[in-house]
């Protein structure tokens, strides 16, 4: 797989996987019986949307209503900028002008549209548009490390284990969204992961249950649609749908979730004609202009994406781009450092997170979306030898917009040094607790661990940041 770069001489597009698995309706006979349930179920109407039925029932339960779910809600959906690798608050949005040159960094604050605001020179299009957006620089990531799973679950005790993807079972935020809020429109998938690699940015159910994970965004762009050779007008043939379902309801006595199963197969077939699924992720049905102001590179393509996917009813978007896209140590390593790392990332950044705000306002949904930028952590204060800045806990700015919340302002604040929090410690809990109640859900509420136990979806003394409203 290529990476990603924020740098317009290296941005590409999402990825596509290249090469249909179901070139032929029905496999060789050599490999599964034609016919057969373990034919119908791998290869039937949900092969045809390009997904296995497991992942088209797993968004079939994420579609019903959950006890936690309170009717009012601020945001109906959800989209989380992933910045993987940890941004430097020092060069983004909580410069030091006055501190020496070594924390400083080779940046210069600029003042804007909002009085007293100041954030990085490169980044003039968020500055025109602070209005829009809220600043909270006292964001505490101290049991945070370099996997997405303590902010993307929004509790400090979801960690890395071994299997580096764990994360002590805790659920992500767009998990407990498709829980407990489920999407917005019957047939959609409640939680979408637009990222380059899963496993590292983008952060999944745990023990919630393997029915409430991400769909693979970047996998279903492309892959939606008929396979080789076989038209509409043959699947709408009675004969053939009938004989398809009654294979099907024969076997419906031998597993207890079976009897269903030809319900959410038909719920697939229909999937596939009406093209809702399909239309979602086809951007280029976007007219060339739209496209254009997004932008050709991977984070523009896949902010229209995320945008696309708001207006078809998808509840939580996470997105991120190459792993570690954002870990500037310095120019001995892959991302180089601040200067001729991050500095040409800065831009097209820039450019697409405020072209998505723009155009989710214009089109009447920023009230209703919640825009959150973040890492997993911050920047050390100090630069290093190689134009760099090392791994840094203890605290990292982040951005949020839309879903109620009041641009325009700062919340918190860092010692002179940009590396202690001095004011408004806030944590993943509070994050989390903030992002489920827009979105009618509980924070107060629980979920419930293999063994029956019930477990806190925000943990500790945390609640909704009331600043963001």
Same mark, same amino acid.
């Given at each position: #797989? ?77 989209? #989380? ?35 007293? *605001?100041? *954030? ?8 025109? #548009? ?95 649609? #008929? ?89 939580? *978007? ?17 991302? /180089? ?63 949020? @917009?839309? @879903? ?14 940009? /590396? ?44 909704? *940041?009331?600043?963001?409203?």
């Amino acid at each position: #797989m290529s990476q990603s770069d924020f740098s317009p001489e290296n941005a590409h597009g999402i990825h596509h996987q290249s090469g249909s698995s179901f070139a032929s309706f029905a496999p060789g006979s050599d490999l599964i019986r034609s016919g057969s349930r373990r034919w119908f179920l791998q290869t039937g109407m949900a092969g045809l949307a390009g997904l296995s039925l497991p992942e088209l029932l797993r968004q079939k339960a994420q579609a019903a209503p959950q006890a936690q779910t309170s009717q009012k809600f601020q945001a109906k959906s959800v989209i #989380m900028i992933w910045l993987s690798g940890g941004p430097s608050q020092l060069d983004t949005w909580d410069l030091k002008p006055q501190a020496p040159k070594e924390i400083r960094g080779p940046f210069n604050p600029i003042q804007t549209s909002v009085s007293g *605001i100041e *954030i990085c020179e490169h980044l003039p299009k968020q500055a025109a #548009m602070m209005d829009k957006f809220a600043i909270i620089r006292s964001m505490d990531a101290t049991a945070s490390n370099h996997t997405p799973t303590t902010f993307q679950a929004a509790n400090p005790k979801s960690r890395r284990t071994n299997d580096n993807r764990d994360g002590g079972g805790y659920p992500s935020m767009g998990s407990v969204a498709a829980k407990f809020r489920g999407p917005n429109v019957p047939g959609m998938p409640g939680f979408v992961a637009l990222a380059d690699s899963m496993v590292s940015d983008i952060y999944g159910a745990g023990h919630l249950g393997h029915r409430y994970e991400p769909l693979d965004g970047v996998k279903a762009a492309g892959k939606f649609g #008929m396979p080789n050779g076989v038209s509409s007008s043959r699947l709408t043939s009675r004969d053939e749908l009938r004989r398809q379902f009654d294979q099907l309801r024969k076997h419906a006595d031998l597993s207890p979730d079976l009897s269903l199963q030809d319900r959410y197969v038909q719920e697939a077939y229909d999937m596939v004609l009406s093209g809702n699924v399909a239309k979602a992720f086809d951007v280029s049905k976007e007219p060339q202009k739209i496209r254009d102001q997004y932008g050709a590179h991977s984070f523009g393509r896949k902010s229209l994406l995320a945008r696309r996917l708001v207006e078809a009813g998808v509840t939580f *978007i996470t997105m991120s781009d190459a792993w570690g896209h954002w870990d500037h140590h310095g120019d001995e390593v892959k991302w /180089g450092g601040i200067t001729k790392g991050l500095k040409p990332m800065l831009p097209v950044f820039d450019h697409g997170i405020t072209t998505l705000v723009s155009d989710l306002e214009e089109r009447g949904l920023l009230d209703s979306t919640l825009v959150l930028v973040l890492g997993e952590f911050g920047r050390g204060p100090v630069i290093t030898k190689t134009d760099g800045r090392g791994h840094w806990t203890p605290v990292m700015s982040m951005l949020a @917009a839309g @879903a109620g919340v009041p641009g325009g302002q700062v919340i918190g604040a860092t010692d002179r040094r940009g /590396g202690e929090i001095a004011e408004r410690r806030l944590g993943p809990g509070d994050l989390g607790a903030t992002v489920f109640k827009k979105l009618g859900i509980d924070p107060y509420g629980h979920w419930i661990k293999p063994g029956g136990r019930p477990t806190p979806l925000v943990e500790g003394p945390s609640g909704p *940041i009331a600043e963001l409203g």
